[in-house]
């Protein structure tokens, strides 16, 4: 139990365009999901945390008007990368929470890389 | 100030032997919750063992356990017996907030910097 599922899994595109990425709790309800970005040979650093029917918290230092989430459902997260620069280029990962206290609260993606030509 | 301290970039272990990856974590937090994951080369993030800071026992979990000393505040990684499999990056997260709530699970996660281990045959 407890899979969460990222689409696409890689994505390149031109610069300018916009790509959004899917993040899904396939065998449970998600009342929070996170978005995290990691470039290579870094950390994750968390960009934003969506709770299911309210607007994203973004993270200092993230632009909210460029990377846009909306967590319509209890099973559905999506970051749109509005006009991605190559700068954007990145492995983006999801985790999502069923609110629950256990240890492993937090399920995390398989990731998206994304590469802006 | 960082809140998750990894020192140790990279290591190189011979197979079988025992590794210990270091961890140091910094809260002015009573409850607290400190991870261990493992990220192979394919990017997943695969959760290895839990600390929590009311947990009087070290945890353990088949070959990993967690060496928690409070009042130093580290969280160092045991891998007894090391695989070739286990060669990865190994990341340390803490998660601050009050256990218990129902909202326990919005409680944010913050990484180390990550140890890139790699196991020798």
């Known amino acids: 139990g407890a899979v969460v599922s990222q689409h696409p899994s890689w994505v390149i595109c031109k610069s300018g365009t916009s790509v959004k990425i899917e993040c899904r709790s396939l065998?449970?309800?998600?009342?929070?999901m996170f978005w995290y970005r990691q470039f290579p040979k870094q950390s994750l650093m968390l960009m934003a945390t969506?709770?299911?029917?309210?607007?994203?918290?973004?993270e200092q230092g993230v632009e909210k008007d460029k990377f846009l989430i909306n967590h319509a459902s209890l099973t559905l997260s999506t970051l749109t990368v509005t006009s991605a620069h190559p700068e954007d280029s990145s492995f983006y990962i999801c985790?999502?929470?069923?609110?629950?206290?256990?240890?492993?609260?937090?399920?995390f993606g398989p990731g998206t890389r994304l590469l802006v030509l | 100030a960082q809140k998750i301290t990894q020192t140790q970039p990279g290591m190189f272990v011979q197979e079988k032997e025992a590794v210990t990856l270091d961890c140091t974590y910094d809260t002015s937090d009573q409850s607290y919750g400190l991870f261990w994951y493992k990220q192979p080369s394919s990017g997943e993030m695969i959760f290895l063992i839990y600390?929590?800071?009311?947990?009087?026992q070290n945890a353990t979990e088949g070959r990993y356990s967690l060496n928690f000393q409070k009042a130093r505040k580290s969280a160092n990684l045991v891998i007894s017996a090391s695989q070739l499999g286990d060669s990865a990056m190994y990341f340390c997260a803490m998660r601050e907030g009050i256990y218990g709530g129902s909202n326990f699970g919005n409680e944010k996660l913050t990484f180390g910097t990550g140890t890139r281990l790699t196991i020798i045959p």
């Open positions: 065998d449970f309800q998600a009342t929070t």
């Open positions: 969506s709770n299911e029917g309210s607007k994203a918290t973004y």
């Open positions: 985790s999502a929470s069923d609110g629950t206290s256990g240890p492993e609260t937090q399920y």
């Open positions: 600390q929590g800071s009311y947990d009087e």
